[in-house]
């Protein structure tokens, strides 16, 4: 018998060489295109440039704003008639302007992560020390929950103290080197702030909390039918030109944001200083007819509300503003600001077709039923019941199944390789994501499979927006 | 207080991908078994191409996102065995107990054990993965070592 450390050294070769690699390509189709994080930085500089007044832009060079011509396009009114439909009435709600930043750190320390100035819902800001190595940092976090202050810190003895006025806890070492300190207070009821530090003196770090500003920004329902007084006719005439198959489409800042995110050319971003994510917009493009250039598409922006026209779009490529919902005239779609069957079908390719579904839920009914316990995988605890969830379930019935050797899936007709006796017939996936666009999005992205037919209580699920 | 990192260097994300997607796949298997590592390492690249703004810029890009192949694979690991009982006939030198020995070791014994002597990360390497110091790496490492030698039957002066 060898020792312990070469029978180590023998697993850990055998399970190299056993277990295939990640794929590139693997990656890459099991996400699809989902340029969800370009949003945030968007959205951070939307808070930033507001400061200063900037202009409502999509840069993409500075040419001066393109002479208008008013084409001989038809005329038509403003149209906004929501269907009546369960999506058409969601209450939705979230927050938006929460900061959150040290307002003292020891000497050397600099921000290495998180955004300050919209905490969104992954609220982590960390800032590391000027020594290399990863264990010399400060974390600040907020949690969206009401628990006992002790469910966010590790480690022992528990100390009371007082932070900015407000009773806290604080745990761990003495001194630096030993693992984790924490210091938890809660500011407002529901709110948890926790300052955590790594090799960092208990005095630094309750200093660190003591100066620690926090905003916790204003909440806001997103609207359904929000002001439009710009027609289609206006939108399309912003665009400077007439030409056959120009296309404009009724949907909000948000969702535009999210559909061009990952599309944008290297080097351009979207600039929206202080258009919230719920704004209405028109979206009016004219695809390429350049048999040379086919993926480039002139669009404009325009606010539906003000009719303030918005500089012309980067280059996209073919067919991706196509992606967008036209919420004028009668639709049923959720609230604007919050991505529609179309398009969180276009981002995550969702499959259609008989073994297929899609629905738009929330999270209330998700963690009401025991069947999507812990799905959502809430990253700030308490999950608001009000966020709207896409719902999706594939079912496979000619797979089979090994519930005992983790997630195999193997196609019928091919061995599954080593025992087979738990094997099952059919195999189902189930995926949810958060539908909320910006800041608000909170990164849910969270899926469980079984084998057999789809449980009764997903199918059951109700669609809020159902397809006409 | 604002403290922005300057600009960072550009990496591509298929340099970034041959360089971590090895160390990322050694760690998360070395906490959830091969298939459920795996599964989890897919999910974190995953992840990472789907946030390579916010990943690019990152120091300790494997740290996080072994944090983020946890919270991504969370729902799976409630239904699934991680650790098979019994070695795969890939492994004939391996002892058929070690498995299962390693599968009940604390997550961070098992981690950190795995890595140090399994992969030859060293403790530094470790600490800045769990986000723990170095000496608590050396600590789990020699406590879990301890376990698997009991389990194994292994005596502490049976070295070749």
Not at chain 1, 35 to 58: K, M, N, S, T, Y
Not at chain 1, 268 to 282: D, E, F, L, M
Not at chain 2, 14 to 39: I, K
Request: net charge positive; proline share 9%; hydrophobic share 40%.
């Amino acid at each position: 018998m060898t020792d312990i450390e070469d029978q180590l050294r023998r697993y850990a070769a055998a399970t190299s060489r056993a277990q295939r690699p990640v794929e590139l390509g693997e990656v890459v189709s099991r996400q699809g295109h989902r340029p969800r994080r370009l949003l945030v930085g968007a959205v951070a500089l939307v808070v930033a440039l507001v400061a200063v007044g900037g202009a409502v832009v999509f840069r993409r060079d500075r040419d001066e704003p393109r002479r208008v011509v008013v084409a001989p396009v038809p005329s038509s009114t403003p149209v906004l008639t929501p269907r009546a439909c369960a999506a058409a009435s969601l209450h939705v709600t979230s927050t938006g302007g929460e900061r959150l930043h040290a307002g003292w750190l020891p000497p050397g320390y600099t921000r290495t992560e998180g955004n300050q100035n919209d905490l969104a819902a992954l609220a982590n800001i960390t800032y590391s020390g000027p020594a290399t190595g990863y264990a010399w940092r400060v974390s600040l976090i907020r949690y969206r929950s009401g628990a006992p202050l002790a469910q966010f810190v590790m480690g022992e003895p528990t100390q009371h103290i007082t932070v900015q006025g407000h009773a806290g806890i604080m745990t761990g070492p003495a001194r630096p080197g030993e693992d984790f300190t924490f210091v938890a207070w809660r500011p407002a009821p529901g709110i948890a702030l926790v300052t955590a530090g790594w090799n960092l003196h208990q005095a630094d770090l309750v200093k660190v909390a003591q100066n620690v500003s926090y905003d916790p920004g204003e909440k806001f329902t997103y609207p359904v039918r929000p002001v439009v007084k710009v027609t289609r006719a206006e939108a399309l005439r912003k665009l400077g030109r007439s030409v056959a198959g120009t296309r404009a489409a009724l949907t909000s800042y948000g969702e535009l944001t999210k559909i061009i995110g990952g599309r944008l050319p290297k080097g351009s971003q979207a600039v929206i200083p202080g258009v919230p994510v719920t704004r209405a917009i028109w979206v009016a493009w004219t695809p390429s007819s350049r048999r040379s250039d086919p993926s480039v598409e002139n669009a404009t922006v325009v606010d539906a509300e003000s009719g303030q026209t918005i500089e012309g779009l980067p280059p996209l490529p073919g067919g991706v503003l196509g992606n967008l919902t036209d919420r004028s005239g009668s639709v049923c779609a959720p609230p604007f600001g919050v991505l529609t069957r179309t398009e969180v079908s276009y981002l995550h390719h969702y499959p259609t077709g008989p073994t297929s579904s899609l629905k738009l839920s929330t999270q209330g009914t998700l963690d009401a039923n025991p069947v999507f316990a812990n799905f959502a995988q809430c990253v700030n605890f308490a999950c608001d019941p009000t966020v709207p969830v896409w719902l999706s379930v594939q079912a496979a019935a000619g797979d089979r199944y090994a519930p005992d050797r983790g997630p195999v899936y193997v196609p019928s007709g091919r061995p599954v390789g080593g025992p087979t006796g738990n094997t099952r017939s059919g195999s189902w996936t189930m995926t949810a994501v958060d539908a909320r666009t910006g800041p608000q999005d909170t990164g849910l992205d969270g899926s469980t499979s079984g084998y057999g037919r789809p449980p009764a209580d997903i199918v059951a699920v109700r669609d809020l927006a159902p397809s006409p | 207080m604002d403290n922005d990192a300057g600009p960072e260097p550009e990496e591509t994300f298929e340099v970034f991908f041959a360089r971590v997607e090895p160390r990322l796949r050694a760690a998360l298997t070395s906490m959830y078994g091969p298939d459920m590592g795996r599964e989890a390492t897919a999910e974190a690249m995953a992840w990472a191409y789907e946030h390579w703004s916010r990943v690019e810029p990152m120091e300790h890009q494997v740290a996080y996102l072994f944090r983020v192949g946890q919270s991504r694979t969370r729902r799976l690991r409630r239904r699934r065995v991680l650790f098979p009982a019994t070695p795969a006939p890939s492994m004939p030198d391996v002892d058929p107990r070690l498995i299962g020995a390693l599968a009940a070791l604390p997550e961070r014994q098992r981690v950190a054990v795995t890595l140090v002597h399994g992969h030859d990360w060293s403790h530094t390497d470790v600490a800045a993965l769990m986000g723990i110091s170095a000496s608590t790496v050396a600590t789990h490492v020699t406590r879990a070592v301890a376990t698997l030698r009991a389990a194994l039957e292994v005596p502490a002066d049976d070295r070749h």
